[in-house]
């Protein structure tokens, strides 16, 4: 059984785990390709904020899978043993509306190899398709399940309900994947997705009962709102102009990750969690501003943070 961290140079600080796939987007009549799926949008948003990161993935031989590892390659995010399989590479269809929002069609079969990790890394993140999507899910939260106690793990489920089963079903497998996690971030069409008879609020008080210490509820042009169990605060949007909405909330996830990363010793105290909203809702704003999945540099975020807001050290 292989570790998550065999063969790497320096043990990373951040392993995403799930589908890196290519986005195929169609606007007014014109089709360009990117690199995307939500997890490995997260890492490269990490590598792009100078996060040591790792992607435990799986992609096929072809053509496009070059381009995706070249893609993520090129912020220093490195794919672990076992990403790279015979096969093709899994495709998203985007079809822009005239909002900039994307309508998504999948070709996408998930798979991933059993593995054992033996020194883990600070934080585990994971989330979409490769947590509902048979079989690789199951390996997904085995690792999870092995990993949960030694570590921070981040989720983000990022529901596709043109691949999940019954509501019920796809329902009972979040719920059962939130104990083994410290941190939820949600879109409210997922909140509403899952619990249609909630409030995003009450969303996630649910979470919370379930047994993760810090949910976050991403509202678009409303902001977002960040609750433990004893504090629930709303972090208002940061004004942009919208080229397209992909990848947002995966930059809003990753520089979540970069906060959390860096919070010091105050855990999720109010302070730390208007902070930690700032800087994920900022980092989404700059990427909604260019087209395609393309998260901020560090560089980049750090200009635009409001004074007040403490950033990783």
């Known amino acids: 059984m292989s570790s998550v961290h065999d063969r790497t140079p320096s043990h990373p600080s951040v392993v995403v785990i799930g589908e890196a796939l290519v986005d195929v987007v169609s606007s007014a009549g014109v089709t360009v390709e990117h690199p995307g799926g939500s997890p490995a949008n997260v890492a490269y ?7 040591n990161t790792a992607l435990l993935t799986s992609i096929g031989d072809d053509d496009r899978a070059e381009v995706i590892e070249k893609h993520l390659l ?21 079809v822009l509306a005239a909002d900039g929002s994307a309508r998504y069609e999948f070709d996408v079969d998930w798979n991933l190899p059993p593995v054992a990790p033996l020194v883990l890394p600070r934080v585990l993140h994971t989330g979409s398709i490769a947590t509902f999507l048979a079989p690789g899910a199951t390996a997904v939260r085995n690792l999870l399940e092995q990993s949960h106690e030694r570590c921070v793990v981040t989720y983000d489920p990022n529901i596709r309900p043109a691949l999940l089963g019954s509501h019920s079903e796809a329902r009972a497998i ?47 042009a409303e902001g977002s709102l960040l609750a433990t169990s004893d504090t629930l605060i709303t972090v208002p949007a940061v ?75």
């Not at 909140?191 to 969303?203: H, I, K, M, N, T």
């Not at 105290?269 to 087209?291: D, F, K, M, Q, Y």
Request: glycine residues 12%; negative net charge.
């Open 45 to 51: 948003g990490l590598g792009r904020l100078g996060v």
């Open 74 to 94: 090129s912020v220093n995010v490195s794919l672990l043993p076992g990403s790279r399989v015979p096969g093709r590479t899994a495709t998203a269809t985007a």
């Open 174 to 220: 979040f719920e059962d994947l939130v104990p083994l996690t410290d941190v939820v971030k949600l879109s409210d069409e997922d909140a509403g997705w899952l619990y249609p008879r909630l409030s995003p609020d009450q969303a996630a008080r649910h979470i919370l009962e379930l047994g993760s210490t810090l949910v976050a509820v991403t509202q678009g």
């Open 239 to 313: 004004t942009s102009t919208v080229a397209d909405t992909i990848g947002a909330g995966d930059s809003y996830m990753a520089a979540l990750i970069y906060g959390i990363l860096g919070r010091g010793t105050e855990g999720f105290a109010p302070p730390v969690l208007e902070s930690l909203g700032c800087l994920a809702a900022t980092a989404a704003a700059i990427t909604v501003r260019r087209p395609g999945a393309n998260p901020p540099t560090s560089q980049e975020l750090h200009a635009e943070l409001p004074e007040h807001v403490t950033v990783p050290g």
